[in-house]
């Protein structure tokens, strides 16, 4: 089951102290899927990595349940980290030398032992769920959907209650795209999985529960994105 979500007066500062991103309040209950659309530079990444606790000088509170990840110490927030999300980059950030087995398991060696095995037994399922039956052949061989694919049965395999995805669906054809799309809306609605996925995919976004809209580092209120969305079906 997925972990619910409150952020509250969270600001994350850049290099030179300009405010990159500032959010005043963001709930999402457990097994939620969020959406977050805007335009390049408006904060969407610094958004995710910012509630992955990645995000280095970050202020406020980020709490996953009643852990507010933001509070913990280095070590205790990359251990949360490990334990609790997932996450789904735009570059795959695979391994190429290794098949799709050694790739979807890599995160077994920072488990304990009794926990390895179960994990490979889910990361198995998860690559035959998604198609990519077990082969030798290392993943520089595969396709853009396919290296992707093993990319989410790499994250679901810890069984992580949190899934994270930067733009997952954006160096994929619009076929490989789709497929993963209902790959991923499907899995987290089984496993009750919160899902936050940034996007600029309407066909992603359409399959969330709830969609943010971010800009100039801000949130931007519903209302205004509605008269955008209308004034732009009108014209």
């Not at 509170?61 to 009643?66: G, I, N, Q």
């Not at 992580?160 to 160096?171: G, I, K, R, W």
Request: without cysteine.
């Amino acid at each position: 089951m997925g972990l619910s979500l409150r952020v509250e007066g969270l600001e994350v500062p850049g290099p030179d102290g300009r405010v990159l991103l500032r959010l005043d309040t963001l709930s999402l209950p457990a097994g939620a899927r969020l959406g977050v659309r805007g335009p390049s530079g408006a904060g969407k990444s610094t958004f995710l990595y910012a509630i992955a606790g990645l995000m280095h000088g970050a202020r406020g509170r980020v709490a996953w349940e009643d852990t507010d990840l933001l509070s913990l110490r280095t070590e205790a927030r990359t251990r949360f980290r490990a334990e609790t999300i997932g996450m789904i980059f735009q570059d795959f950030l695979l391994f190429d030398e290794l098949g799709p087995m050694a790739n979807a398991t890599l995160t077994a060696m920072f488990h304990p032992r009794r926990r390895r095995a179960p994990l490979r037994a889910r990361a198995a399922s998860l690559l035959e769920q998604l198609g990519l039956p077990e082969t030798p052949r290392p993943v520089a061989t595969f396709s853009g959907g396919e290296r992707q694919r093993v990319a989410v049965a790499r994250a679901l395999a810890a069984d992580a209650p949190v899934l994270l995805a930067d733009e997952p669906t954006a160096s994929l054809h619009r076929e490989a795209a789709d497929r993963l799309i209902d790959d991923l809306a499907e899995l987290a609605r089984a496993r009750g999985t919160t899902l936050v996925a940034v996007s600029h995919d309407p066909a992603l976004l359409e399959r969330m529960d709830q969609v943010i809209t971010l800009q100039d580092g801000g949130l931007v209120p519903e209302d205004t994105v509605g008269a955008a969305r209308t004034a732009r079906e009108t014209a």
